[in-house]
C-alpha cells in the first residue's frame, strides 16, 4: 500500500488527535482575534495551504465578522516594499513552515508589532520561530508528496479557530462529530472508488463550487493534477461563466462540489449551462435529487453542517484522485517532478 | 474587419481619452486613500475585472503601503453574512456595472460608512449609483463580448489612482506615455502576429508571470480562452511550482510574461523546470538575453516602467488571442455560449 492510501485512511484519526490536543488551547488562541486593533485578517500560504487559506476566507469571515484578506508575497520579498499592516492580524499557513516567502510575511508582521499566529505541521519550523503563537496541526509525519491528512487538517485547525473565535459550544460539538463523520465518507467513497473508472483516459477536468467550498474546489483539483498529471482546474461557479465556460465543450469534464447549504443555489445556476455544452457533469453531493439527476453522483454522507462540509466534501475529491492515478499505473508517493517542500522566494 | 480587432487597435486612444478627462480628478480621487481610519483596500470584481483588480492588489498595495484584499460576494449575497467592513476603503470594479453580486458588496460598504469608488465604463449604471465616487473608464462603447479597451483602461485607471494617492509627478509623466508606449507595442504585436501559427492546434496552455504582471497572466490566459475555446490557465509562478507543475508535459505550450524588473528573477527561475518537462515555451519580454534563448519569443517595447508593464505585456496576450482564433476560423465578436454582460449573484 501506499503512504498517499495509508495517509488518505490515517485522516480521521489525524483530525481527532488535533481536535483533542489542541482544543483545550482554545481561549488562548481566540484572544489575538478579539483584539479591538483587529480590523481584517491576513492570509500567507502557498500550495493545499491556500485552499485551507480560502476555506478560512469563508469560515472566518462570517464568524469573527472581518474580511479575511491573501498576502501578496512577492510585495515583501522580491520587491522589497511590505505594505503597513496596521489592523492586520496575520496567519501563516504551512505544513513544513520552511517557505522563505511565506515565512518573510509573518516575519513582517511580528515586526511591525502585529499579531502573528502559524498553523504548521512542524512546531520546530521557521515560521514557528517567526510567529507569535503557533497552532500545530498534528496530523504526524507526512510521507506522500500530495497532502491528503495534513490539509484535512488545516481544515479542522481553521474550523477550531472558528469555534474558539465565536466561543460557540455547538460549534465545538459539530467540530467533535468530524473525526467519525470522515471516517463514515472514507468509507463510501472507497468502496464507491469505481465510480470514475469510465473517466481514466480523461486529459483534463474542472472542479466548481462556491462559497465554503471554492478553496476544496482548488485542493481536488491540485490533488488530481499532482497525482495524474493531468490539467484540472478550478473555478468558482460564477468566476465561470464570466467568460471561462468557453473552453469548457462537449464531453469535458466537470467536478461539481453541492453540498447542501446556502451556495447550492450558486451552484445549481451552472448545472444547465453545463449540460448544454454537453460536459460529462460529476455531482459531488448529499442532496438526493441532484444525485439523482447527474450522470456521474459522488455521494456525501448526510447531516454535516454547512460550515463543516468541506472536511467531507474533500474526500471523494482525494479517492477520485488516488484513483486516476493507479488507472494510469503512477507512483502514488512520488509524483514526477515534484518535492515535498518546495522553497520559493 | 471584426469589432474585436477594432477595439484592440482603439487601446491606445481609448487609453489618451482616459487621461485626458480623468487625471484632472486626481486630487478628489485621491482623498478616500488619505483617511486616517482607512487600513486596507477592498476591491470587488468578476471576469476582466478581477485581472485589473490583481494589479491594483501589487500597484495600489506599493503606493499606498496598504494590503488590497478581494471579497468574497457569496458572504454578501448568498450568505447574508457580509463582514464589518471597519478599516476599508472598497473599491467596485465593473465595465457594465449591472453585476448583482459585485454591486452587493459595493452597497454594504456605503451602507456601513466606509468611502466606496466605482470603476465602471457604464457612469449611470447600478454600481455607479451605489458608490459614493465614480472613476469612468472612458472607453467608449465595447461590442466584441471578449474586453479589450474596458480591460486596458481599467488598468490605466488603476495606474491613476497609484499617481494620485502618490502625488507623483514622475509616476504622472510616466502614465502619460503610455498611450504612445501602447500604439508602439501593437504595431510590434500585430507585425508579429504569425509568430503563434504554429500554435493553431494546440489543447490549451498556461500562462506565468509573477508581482506586478500576475493579473497580466490572468487577463491573457482568460483572452485566449474566451476567444479559441482552448483550455488556457494563469498561474503564480511560485504557486506553480508548489504542486500544479506536475500537468505540465511534454509540448504543452507555457507563456512565460517576463518584463525587467523585480520580478523577473522570480519568472526566470520556472525556466529550467519548464524545459526540463519539455514544455513549449513562449516568453514575452523586453530582455534580449530572455527573448535569444526562447524557442518562441514575443518582444516588449522597451523603456516601459515595471509599474505600467501590464500596459504593454497584455498586448502581445491580446494579439495571440485574436490569432489563435483567427487560426481556428471562430467568431471573433460572439465566442460561443457567452454573454456581454453576465449577472451572478
Redesign the interface.
Known sequence: VSWLERELREQPEALARLLERQAPRAPELAEPFHRDDV??I?IVS???S?NAARYA??VL??AH???????????YT????P??????LVIGISQSGASP?VNAVVAEGRRQGRPTLALTNDPSSPIARAADAVLPLEAGEERAV?ATKTFLNSLGAVALLFAATTSDEVAFRELEQMPARVEEQLALSLAGKHALDAFGDI??ATVVA??VN?GTAFEVA?KI???S?????AYSA??L???????I?HGWPVIVLAPSG??L??VE?LLE?LR??GARVVVVSDDARLLADAETPLPLVIGVPEWLSPLTTVIPGQVAALRLAELRGLDLDR????QKV?L??
Open positions: 480590523h481584517y491576513l502557498r500550495g493545499s491556500s476566507q469563508y469571515g462570517r465578522r472581518v474580511p479575511v484578506a491573501f498576502a501578496t508575497p512577492s510585495l522580491l520587491y522589497g516594499q505594505p503597513l499592516l496596521e489592523g492586520a516567502d500530495a486529459e483534463g462556491r462559497g471554492y491540485l493534477r499532482e497525482l498529471g493531468r490539467l484540472v482546474e460564477a468566476d461563466l464570466h467568460g471561462p465556460i468557453a473552453a465543450g446556502p451556495a443555489s450558486g445556476e449551462p448544454e455544452r509524483p514526477e517532478g515534484l518546495t520559493t522566494r
